[in-house]
DNA sequence: AACCAGGACGTGA
DNA sequence: TCACGTCATGGT
């Protein structure tokens, strides 16, 4: 009662385990494939992202991701890091036209070209330094989600990420109504857990679970819903 | 064969 | 501010 969203969380957690993300690209030997084959997925594991390559595969995935299924995202990825490209010097160094080809599976390919390619400016600029959340949303491309998903994900930073998949189902908890603001329910969650990259990693990984196994079609399992709301 | 996926931007009111 | 159209491929 006094705390529902960590109980909430503990519920997910239970209920779903570690969900280990923000998923990384696998190698077989050294050709790379697809997350999750092998160990894409790091259940427990919280080192990550282990250099700097892997920390600009995880900013491009999630700017790659934006209102698109991750399978076609990992297509994506896999012909960036195929071609060596899947860092901010071989962004910068392809053509709009061959980024383009390269990202096609991802969707809106001309928009997401441009957003790699002033990411990937910005991601020079820092230098290895960790942006803030302003600087972040100034970049062309990034919004508030996509913004805290590489804080998050990609730096350990603890901000939370609210998706479409959090208003679903926290709406229909009742404890939040559709006028709520983005940040309005970044506080909530932030203000009721305790600050720690690893939670807030595993809590939005799970919540996103939930919701593809319950909102979605032919979502069963919703029993679950029963036992959040108490 | 429509529908939607781990959003963000541009526009008009 | 805010609602709405647009962007695009690949799964079911």
């Avoid at 280990?20 to 919280?46: A, M, R, V």
């Avoid at 383009?100 to 991802?106: D, F, G, M």
């Avoid at 998050?152 to 998706?163: E, M």
Wanted: proline share 3%; aromatic share 12%; with cysteine.
């Amino acid at each position: 009662m006094n705390n529902n969203m960590k109980k909430i969380y503990d519920i997910l957690l239970k209920e779903y385990g570690l969900q280990g993300w923000w998923p990384i690209l696998d190698y077989i030997g050294e050709n790379p494939t697809k997350t999750g084959s092998i160990s894409g997925y790091h259940q427990g594991d919280y080192s990550f992202p282990r250099n700097d390559d892997e920390r600009f595969e995880i900013c491009a995935g999630a700017i790659l991701t934006q209102s698109t299924a991750w399978t076609n995202v990992e297509k994506a990825l896999l012909n960036l890091k195929k071609r060596n490209v899947l860092n901010e010097k071989g962004i910068i160094k392809l053509s709009h036209g061959k980024l383009k080809e390269l990202i096609r599976p991802a969707g809106y390919f001309n928009q997401k070209a441009k957003k790699l390619k002033k990411f990937a400016e910005f991601y020079i600029k820092m230098d290895g330094k960790t942006p803030h959340r302003d600087e972040l949303l100034d970049v062309w491309g990034i919004g508030p989600e996509t913004a805290d998903s590489i804080l998050l994900y990609a730096y350990k930073v603890p901000s939370f990420v609210v998706d479409a998949y959090t208003r679903r189902i926290f709406s229909k908890l009742g404890m939040i109504d559709n006028k709520s603001t983005y940040d309005e329910i970044k506080s909530m969650f932030e203000d009721s857990l305790d600050r720690d990259y690893r939670i807030y990693q595993e809590f939005h990984a799970l919540i996103v679970e939930h919701a593809k196994r319950c909102y979605s079609k032919g979502g069963d399992e919703c029993m679950l819903q029963k036992q959040l709301i108490k």
